[in-house]
């Protein structure tokens, strides 16, 4: 395993980031990365499956929740869309709530988001009010 600072996009892609060596900014980093390269439904695919892989190689499978992954992407998708050549700093500077891991806490409830069904499926959040 190496850490993320000596792996690029295929580095993780294939799995061989420590888990430990993936803090949430390097999460998004590299989202924003494959979300350049392919379209959402592709990037989706490979970027849940090396998360996948990550978490199994570090004996916590049940760390990976493919709600989150799904919707930091298609979230990470969205705030791209127009900014074409834009690098990951300036896409930073510009979205900074994307950095912060409760986010998703305006569209989700935490037991929803943590429910071990969100591990396996998208789950679309419950409407509110």
Not at 37 to 63: E, K, M
Request: with cysteine; proline share 5%.
């Amino acid at each position: 395993m190496v850490s993320t600072e000596g792996c690029d996009l295929e580095c993780f892609l294939r799995g061989e980031v420590a888990a430990a060596d993936l803090p949430h900014r390097e999460h998004v980093r590299l989202a924003f990365q494959i979300l350049r390269r392919h379209d959402y439904l592709t990037s989706a695919q490979r970027y849940a499956d090396a998360l996948r892989l990550i978490a199994q190689r570090a004996g916590h499978p049940q760390a990976f929740s493919l709600t989150i992954t799904l919707a930091f992407l298609a979230l990470i998708g969205e705030r791209m869309a127009g900014h074409g050549a834009e690098d990951f700093a300036g896409f930073a500077a510009r979205n900074p709530e994307l950095l912060d891991t409760g986010l998703l806490g305006r569209w989700y409830g935490r037991e929803r988001l943590t429910s071990p069904l969100a591990r396996e499926t998208f789950l679309l959040p419950e409407p509110r009010g």
